[in-house]
């Protein structure tokens, strides 16, 4: 069904490289990373899920998938991989089923073209159920379905996910890093903001909720959301700790709708860090280019 879209063997020197960490990682004991309570020194052998898993050698595409693992990643992340190959490959051709813009890498060393803008921006004014802090907010169409399923069970909860900052154009983009700049100076400004192109906001699948600000991760939104945006297919972009990856310092209020498969594939296989995910798909989708 979407075979067409699986990496195809396009790199000998990627493939090859994906063997040769494939099998350093098969030479080690790495049941104890299957989580399924086994002993840590049992052998291989005796866990009958990982003997099968191990019995067969992975074909190309899963090769090609081990190759894109960002080579900064820890290794234990790399060994969750190895441990549950299958599950890994389901959930990533079923992140390459969605519409590709919503696993773009965007961040400071990759940008959107300046007139990259989505054509199915849709004010959410025309949804009483979300509470916003604006009148001029916009979301692509697709993610409003989702948006106001996350709102709606967090109300259950009594807990309101109030909107705040949504698409952002190109345009508003550089007058507002401007602004920052003038205000700031260039090096914070480039901590709390980013230049043109850069933002996930172009995107129109992101989020800011609340005040915009660190005492947002104090709030009661900002824990009910930690915990339970994922199912919903939101994901937070810049967590704490992780400014030397995502170039970002913690925004406890900025989430980015990715898709359901994409949450599962990034709590997995990538220790909920958006960024490794992000920079593994970009690297397989650009090996598969000619
Ligand atoms: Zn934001």
Redesign the pocket.
Known sequence: MHSHKRPRISSGLAVLLGAALWFAGCTRDNVSAGGDGAAGGDEPAGTPATTSEHASEPDADLLKMVAALPRAMPQALRDRVQAEPERFRALVEAVLDQPEEFTWLVDKQHALPSDYEPDDLVSLSDYPALVINRSDLRLRSLVIDPLLQMTAAAAREGITLDIS?TYRSYDYQAALFQRNVDSLGREQAERESARAGT???QLGT???FGS?TPAFAATAASGWLAENAWRFGFSL?YPDGYEAITGYMY?S??YRYVGLPATELERAFFGGIQQWMLLFLHTLLSAERP
């Open positions: 900052s933002s996930q906001h992101t989020v800011d915009i972009s925004e209020w900025h």
